[in-house]
């Protein structure tokens, strides 16, 4: 498998995610101590990301509510491997996003393809 450059990353971060992230990416991560590691973070969530949207064709109107999602699934699945157990697949997610009022029946509607798209990213 072609090894992926951190400038490509990120183009693909601004690319994916620049409706909700400040552009460009990369000019961001360099202020972490790690910025590798943030654009490798980041550009896991946009894989995630991109693939749920393609199979969902929601508005755009709702990428933002998706994106949360998304982006707490992939904070679940972090923690859990850290900790060294399987992630919380059943939880409801979104639920700590009380600002970004999240449509009623948005969640459960798009929780099985999120966390289908999620497990898929981690074992691949």
């Keep these: 498998m072609r090894q992926i450059c951190m400038e490509d990353k990120a183009s693909y971060i ?4 620049g ?8 000019s961001v991560a360099s202020e972490f101590p790690c910025p590798e590691s ?3 973070n980041w550009y896991r969530i946009a894989r995630v990301f ?28 972090t923690a859990s491997r850290f ?18 009022e999240i449509p ?4 459960s509607k798009w929780h099985s393809l999120i966390w289908e798209k999620v497990l898929a990213e981690y074992s691949s």
């Design 14 to 17: 601004d690319e994916i995610l």
């Design 19 to 26: 409706f909700y992230l400040e552009s460009p990416f990369l």
């Design 38 to 40: 943030e654009v490798g």
């Design 50 to 77: 991109n693939a749920v949207m393609k199979e969902s064709r929601i508005e755009d109107s709702s990428k933002t509510f998706m994106f949360v999602l998304v982006e707490d699934a992939i904070s679940e699945m």
């Design 83 to 100: 900790m060294g157990l399987s992630p919380d697949t059943e939880q409801e997610l979104g639920s700590g996003y009380d600002n970004y």
């Design 104 to 107: 009623a029946g948005f969640e």
